[in-house]
């Protein structure tokens, strides 16, 4: 769990006073790790997987389950027998978790480019498992769940030894300091984030309404179960937004929103839209052809491309600087001339496009408006100082934007009940499955970061597995947005919301500035960027601009300080995005000590705390010569632990090769970041992998004859092999015109930017199955993609047949023929013969829970509902480590103990017998 260092922490209230030159000198260390290695090449691809377990002391006789606090005990344990077997090729590396219950696992090294090593996955996970089982006491298990599911539920009574619920650190009023982990930085992670924010952390998740809920008997009662609109439709927890309706019903109640309705996901809590202000370029002077972007106010760049009259960017107001944009590309444009006397820019509705990117100007058949439930709407007016613009869908609903004024009565609020938490360790003790590649190069990484940060909600729903917290049943089943809100440290200026305590001096921007997220949530800006060859047509910037269409505040001192270093505006955006956090842990001497050049101590201190979806991870320093040369790296971070091996490693295979379908096709993924924000709601619904449907983007792979992008005229590889059609030689995506000299086509030089295509139409819809396994012929979906990768490549017969039985798995759970853990988990529960019907997990409940995961995980429990026809082989201690061949003198009483042993069994003394 990000960087772990040896020293004494220092108290919020003197390591706060450091802030500000933390920050600038982290500004500093990337600059130099950037020049320093930004020109490496040619890297293979290495990667590795983390898995965490947590560890629960059982009572069979009284049918309890607690928390074992032995964590270190048996992490030091396991780390002293990889030394003494560290002859093996196959080894384990076991490190500290937040929980004091809790140790995370990866392999010992790193799995190669080769198809062989997907088959290493599985194995060095049931030798993970085998080797913990080796350290457990016969009282205690450790099966490979997302949560403890009676977590804060337990008083005093939560964990062997027992801890008294508070203290100094958390302040809970549900679980005990004594649970956190003893290395100095998670007590202090704790405390800080709480200090910062000025309150403990809350956390509210959806609780499940069940027939003898009591928390619902005064709540409205709903039609369906099954959504907060119907079974249609999927409930939006919208977790880390939520002041406004705890500042209205507390901390036992919340607001969610539902998928059938645009505005739920178009609006956060307190009734701020979550994408940004849309501008047309409209230069109203003779001759001018529209604006060059500027890298500052007032410094032009006069050979980037540049927006022209009756383009579309987006882009927010400078709050410092008056009379100022700054787009999401990370640039500037000024709305009106230095005199002020001619505009430059104006306002449109948030759902203004361009009909192609060929439309410079603007005539009556243009669809600039289209709303998202119709292939087209009415549009009332575009521009005009004031004039409200309404938008009129087919459903005779009015959509209301820009300011104006509804005239109907609003929507009555979907009020549930909640689960309350209030403390780190409820997100930060839950345990996830991640994921490190190696990338050829940064331009590499940068890519590989984008596409993976669209499939992260995609992934996460797949792999539900979080259902139950606190001692009871939620209604959703990820863990996601609960460790979002267990590490919210934002001020309640930076939320949103009125601050007596504003401005706060030792704050970055004196805690003032609006921050949307949380440090833990998706991410907001994509940051590939081909700067080296923008192609002729130039589309590059405008289109990074429109697909980051959601406000990314940035550290504007930090920004420029990368810009001046020959940082381009997508990755300075992204570092400037990331410091405008503060530093939540500081070590006493390691701050000005620190050298800047050499080291990225306080780089890593912000970059580490920024718990993202994706996390883009520069070259770390190579203090000696002897330690490993490690490049330009991704890391995927969303997906739920799972119950056994086979799961955890079918995932991780098919992640994997995922990147490297989404290089060797050349596919693009690109939707915008709004909607990635949307799936990450709707991948939260319960059983969202059977029910639910996600944005994803509709064609993958260039256009060769484009209009709409709807389907109709559509052509691409992808339909051409669906009908049967050759592709036509002497193509101009033929592959040999594509690749420059580092290998990387035009396609991926243009990304998002399909050619022919038209962006706002790029993207619909899909369900799970349709995502996995196609739609039409124009989707042909991810798992036969990887199927065609495995074909192109030659995959060797035997990884194919492991692989085939992974993928096979996984589009079944995408078709819904096989539940997810979350699911199986809530029907296990409200199954039980102790369940009361009233969302409550009980003592005997979770005991057996959590050991039938024990007994699946381990292979002596087959679940045919969630697994199919996979059965786990069993796992035991057996074959866990090699057995020495020993020399050492044996004592004569031993010897002739052995041999009395020996010498009574009856083949023994048949044998002996014959002889004679």
Same mark, same amino acid.
Request: contains cysteine; hydrophobic residues 35%; proline residues 6%.
């Given at each position: 769990?990000?960087?772990?260092?040896?020293?004494?922490?220092?108290? &919020?209230?003197?390591?706060?006073?450091?802030?500000?030159?933390? !920050?600038?000198?982290?500004?500093?260390?990337?600059?130099?790790?950037?020049?320093?290695?930004?020109?490496?090449?040619?890297?293979?691809?290495?990667?590795?997987?983390?898995?965490?377990?947590?560890?629960?002391?059982?009572?069979?006789?009284?049918?309890?389950?607690?928390?074992?606090?032995?964590?270190?005990?048996?992490?030091?344990?396991?780390?002293?027998?990889?030394?003494?077997?560290?002859? !093996?090729?196959?080894?384990?590396? &076991?490190?500290?978790?937040?929980?004091?219950?809790?140790?995370?696992?990866?392999?010992?090294?790193?799995?190669?480019?080769?198809?062989?090593?997907?088959?290493?996955?599985?194995?060095?996970?049931?030798?993970?498992?085998?080797?913990?089982?080796?350290?457990?006491?016969?009282?205690?298990?450790?099966?490979?769940?997302?949560?403890?599911?009676?977590?804060?539920?337990?008083?005093?009574?939560?964990?062997?030894?027992?801890?008294?619920?508070?203290?100094?650190?958390?302040?809970?009023?549900?679980?005990?300091?004594?649970?956190?982990?003893?290395?100095?930085?998670?007590?202090?992670?704790?405390?800080?984030?709480?200090?910062?924010?000025?309150?403990?952390?809350?956390?509210?998740?959806?609780?499940?309404?069940?027939?003898?809920?009591?928390?619902?008997?005064?709540?409205?009662?709903?039609?369906?179960?099954?959504?907060?609109?119907?079974?249609?439709?999927?409930?939006?927890?919208?977790?880390?937004?939520?002041?406004?309706?705890?500042?209205?019903?507390?901390?036992?109640?919340?607001?969610?929103?539902?998928?059938?309705?645009?505005?739920?996901?178009?609006?956060?809590?307190?009734?701020?839209?979550?994408?940004?202000?849309?501008?047309?370029?409209?230069?109203?002077?003779?001759?001018?052809?529209?604006?060059?972007?500027?890298?500052?106010?007032?410094?032009?760049?006069?050979?980037?491309?540049?927006?022209?009259?009756?383009?579309?960017?987006?882009?927010?107001?400078?709050?410092?600087?008056?009379?100022?944009?700054?787009?999401?590309?990370?640039?500037?444009?000024?709305?009106?001339?230095?005199?002020?006397?001619?505009?430059?820019?104006?306002?449109?509705?948030?759902?203004?496009?361009?009909?192609?990117?060929?439309?410079?100007?603007?005539?009556?058949?243009?669809?600039?408006?289209?709303?998202?439930?119709?292939?087209?709407?009415?549009?009332?007016?575009?521009?005009?100082?004031?004039?409200?613009?309404?938008?009129?869908?087919?459903?005779?609903?009015?959509?209301?934007?820009?300011?104006?004024?509804?005239?109907?009565?609003?929507?009555?609020?979907?009020?549930?009940?909640?689960?309350?938490?209030?403390?780190?360790?409820?997100?930060?003790?839950?345990?996830?499955?991640?994921?490190?590649?190696?990338?050829?190069?940064?331009?590499?990484?940068?890519?590989?970061?984008?596409?993976?940060?669209?499939?992260?909600?995609?992934?996460?729903?797949?792999?539900?597995?979080?259902?139950?917290?606190? @001692?009871?049943?939620?209604?959703?089943?990820?863990?996601?947005?609960?460790?979002?809100?267990?590490?919210?440290?934002?001020?309640?200026?930076?939320?949103?919301?009125?601050?007596?305590?504003?401005?706060?001096?030792?704050?970055?921007?004196?805690?003032?500035?609006?921050?949307?997220?949380?440090?833990?949530?998706?991410?907001?800006?994509?940051?590939?960027?081909?700067?080296?060859?923008?192609?002729?047509?130039?589309?590059?910037?405008?289109?990074?601009?429109?697909?980051?269409?959601?406000?990314?505040?940035?550290?504007?001192?930090?920004?420029?300080?990368?810009?001046?270093?020959?940082?381009?505006?997508?990755?300075?955006?992204?570092?400037?995005?990331?410091?405008?956090?503060?530093?939540?842990?500081?070590?006493?001497?390691?701050?000005?000590?620190?050298?800047?050049?050499?080291?990225?101590?306080?780089?890593?201190?912000?970059?580490?705390?920024? &718990?993202?979806?994706?996390?883009?991870?520069?070259?770390?320093?190579?203090?000696?010569?002897?330690?490993?040369?490690?490049?330009?790296?991704?890391?995927?971070?969303?997906?739920?632990?799972?119950?056994?091996?086979?799961?955890?490693?079918?995932?991780?295979?098919?992640?994997?090769?995922?990147?490297?379908?989404?290089?060797?096709?050349?596919?693009?993924?690109?939707?915008?970041?709004?909607?990635?924000?949307?799936?990450?709601?709707?991948?939260?619904?319960?059983?969202?992998?059977?029910?639910?449907?996600?944005?994803?983007?509709?064609?993958?792979?260039?256009?060769?004859?484009?209009?709409?992008? #709807? @389907?109709?005229?559509?052509?691409?590889?992808?339909?051409?092999?669906?009908?049967?059609?050759?592709?036509?030689?002497?193509?101009?995506?033929?592959?040999?015109?594509?690749?420059?000299?580092? @290998?990387?086509?035009?396609?991926?030089?243009?990304?998002?930017?399909?050619?022919?295509?038209?962006?706002?139409?790029?993207?619909?819809?899909?369900?799970?199955?349709?995502?996995?396994?196609?739609?039409?012929?124009?989707?042909?979906?991810?798992?036969?993609?990887? #199927?065609?990768?495995?074909?192109?490549?030659?995959?060797?017969?035997?990884?194919?047949?492991?692989?085939?039985?992974?993928?096979?798995?996984?589009?079944?759970?995408?078709?819904?023929?096989?539940?997810?853990?979350?699911? &199986?988990?809530?029907?296990?529960?409200?199954?039980?013969?102790?369940?009361?019907?009233?969302?409550?997990?009980?003592?005997?409940?979770?005991?057996?829970?959590?050991?039938?995961?024990?007994?699946?995980?381990?292979?002596?429990?087959?679940?045919?509902?969630?697994?199919?026809?996979?059965?786990?082989?069993?796992?035991?201690?057996?074959?866990?480590?090699?057995?020495?061949?020993?020399?050492?003198?044996?004592?004569?009483?031993?010897?002739?103990?052995?041999?009395?042993?020996?010498?009574?069994?009856?083949?023994?003394?048949?044998?002996?017998?014959?002889?004679?």
């Amino acid at each position: 769990m990000g960087l772990l260092k040896v020293g004494v922490p220092m108290p &919020w209230d003197k390591s706060k006073k450091h802030n500000h030159y933390i !920050r600038q000198a982290g500004v500093r260390q990337f600059i130099s790790t950037y020049n320093r290695v930004k020109d490496l090449k040619g890297d293979e691809l290495l990667w590795g997987d983390e898995t965490e377990y947590g560890i629960f002391h059982i009572d069979p006789e009284n049918k309890k389950i607690r928390l074992s606090l032995r964590a270190k005990e048996i992490m030091d344990e396991l780390n002293r027998k990889e030394e003494t077997h560290d002859h !093996r090729v196959e080894g384990c590396t &076991w490190v500290p978790e937040y929980g004091a219950w809790m140790v995370e696992a990866t392999p010992r090294r790193p799995y190669s480019g080769y198809t062989t090593d997907l088959l290493r996955v599985e194995r060095n996970m049931r030798l993970r498992r085998k080797r913990m089982l080796t350290v457990l006491n016969d009282d205690e298990i450790a099966p490979t769940v997302a949560v403890f599911p009676l977590l804060g539920a337990l008083g005093d009574d939560g964990t062997v030894p027992k801890t008294s619920v508070g203290g100094p650190v958390t302040m809970s009023e549900y679980i005990g300091d004594g649970i956190i982990n003893p290395h100095p930085r998670f007590a202090t992670l704790s405390a800080n984030i709480r200090q910062r924010r000025g309150e403990k952390v809350n956390i509210r998740v959806p609780l499940f309404r069940d027939i003898h809920t009591p928390e619902f008997k005064d709540l409205p009662i709903i039609s369906s179960v099954d959504g907060c609109c119907g079974s249609d439709s999927q409930q939006l927890w919208r977790y880390g937004k939520g002041d406004e309706s705890r500042e209205k019903y507390g901390n036992d109640m919340l607001v969610v929103g539902c998928s059938k309705t645009g505005r739920d996901e178009a609006l956060n809590d307190n009734g701020e839209p979550v994408t940004l202000q849309k501008w047309l370029v409209d230069v109203q002077c003779e001759g001018c052809k529209g604006l060059f972007y500027r890298i500052e106010p007032d410094v032009i760049v006069p050979d980037a491309d540049w927006p022209r009259n009756g383009e579309i960017v987006v882009g927010s107001e400078v709050s410092n600087i008056p009379g100022w944009i700054r787009l999401q590309n990370g640039y500037y444009l000024p709305m009106r001339s230095d005199d002020g006397e001619i505009p430059f820019l104006r306002k449109v509705s948030t759902r203004a496009e361009l009909s192609t990117f060929e439309t410079l100007s603007l005539g009556s058949s243009t669809p600039l408006f289209r709303d998202s439930n119709s292939d087209g709407v009415k549009l009332a007016t575009l521009l005009g100082e004031g004039t409200p613009f309404r938008v009129e869908a087919p459903d005779t609903s009015t959509a209301v934007l820009e300011g104006a004024s509804s005239s109907t009565e609003e929507a009555p609020e979907n009020v549930r009940a909640a689960i309350h938490m209030d403390a780190m360790a409820f997100g930060m003790g839950c345990c996830c499955l991640q994921i490190t590649f190696q990338a050829k190069d940064l331009d590499e990484s940068r890519y590989i970061y984008d596409q993976l940060a669209i499939l992260a909600p995609i992934m996460m729903a797949l792999t539900a597995s979080t259902p139950l917290m606190r @001692g009871r049943i939620a209604d959703t089943d990820c863990r996601w947005g609960i460790i979002t809100e267990s590490v919210d440290c934002r001020s309640l200026a930076e939320r949103g919301r009125p601050d007596p305590d504003a401005p706060q001096t030792d704050f970055a921007g004196k805690g003032e500035r609006r921050i949307y997220k949380s440090r833990y949530d998706s991410i907001s800006t994509y940051i590939y960027q081909d700067t080296s060859k923008l192609t002729d047509d130039g589309h590059s910037n405008r289109v990074l601009n429109m697909y980051n269409d959601i406000p990314v505040p940035i550290d504007e001192d930090s920004f420029k300080a990368l810009r001046k270093a020959g940082i381009d505006p997508a990755l300075s955006q992204h570092i400037a995005h990331l410091f405008i956090r503060d530093p939540l842990v500081v070590f006493e001497g390691a701050v000005e000590e620190v050298d800047d050049d050499q080291q990225t101590e306080h780089f890593e201190s912000i970059q580490s705390t920024n &718990w993202q979806s994706v996390r883009w991870k520069p070259p770390p320093p190579r203090n000696s010569p002897n330690d490993p040369h490690i490049g330009w790296r991704t890391e995927f971070r969303s997906m739920e632990m799972q119950l056994t091996d086979f799961e955890n490693a079918a995932f991780t295979v098919f992640i994997v090769l995922c990147t490297r379908v989404i290089l060797t096709f050349d596919l693009n993924l690109y939707i915008p970041l709004s909607r990635v924000d949307a799936n990450m709601q709707r991948a939260h619904s319960r059983n969202a992998a059977a029910k639910g449907k996600f944005f994803f983007r509709r064609h993958m792979a260039p256009l060769e004859k484009g209009d709409d992008g #709807f @389907g109709v005229k559509y052509s691409s590889m992808f339909s051409r092999a669906a009908n049967g059609q050759d592709t036509p030689s002497g193509s101009k995506h033929d592959e040999d015109d594509d690749d420059d000299g580092d @290998g990387v086509s035009r396609q991926r030089r243009n990304a998002p930017f399909a050619p022919g295509s038209n962006e706002e139409n790029a993207y619909e819809e899909m369900t799970m199955a349709e995502i996995m396994t196609g739609k039409g012929d124009y989707f042909p979906g991810l798992i036969p993609l990887v #199927f065609a990768y495995l074909d192109y490549i030659n995959c060797d017969q035997t990884t194919l047949a492991r692989v085939t039985e992974y993928l096979d798995f996984i589009q079944k759970r995408a078709t819904g023929e096989l539940i997810t853990p979350a699911t &199986w988990m809530r029907n296990f529960v409200r199954t039980h013969p102790a369940y009361k019907q009233d969302s409550v997990v009980s003592d005997e409940i979770a005991y057996d829970l959590m050991q039938a995961c024990q007994e699946i995980g381990q292979g002596t429990r087959h679940v045919p509902e969630m697994m199919g026809e996979v059965h786990i082989k069993p796992i035991t201690t057996a074959g866990a480590y090699d057995v020495k061949l020993e020399s050492k003198r044996v004592k004569n009483e031993s010897i002739v103990e052995l041999l009395q042993r020996y010498s009574n069994r009856q083949s023994f003394a048949t044998s002996h017998g014959e002889s004679s």
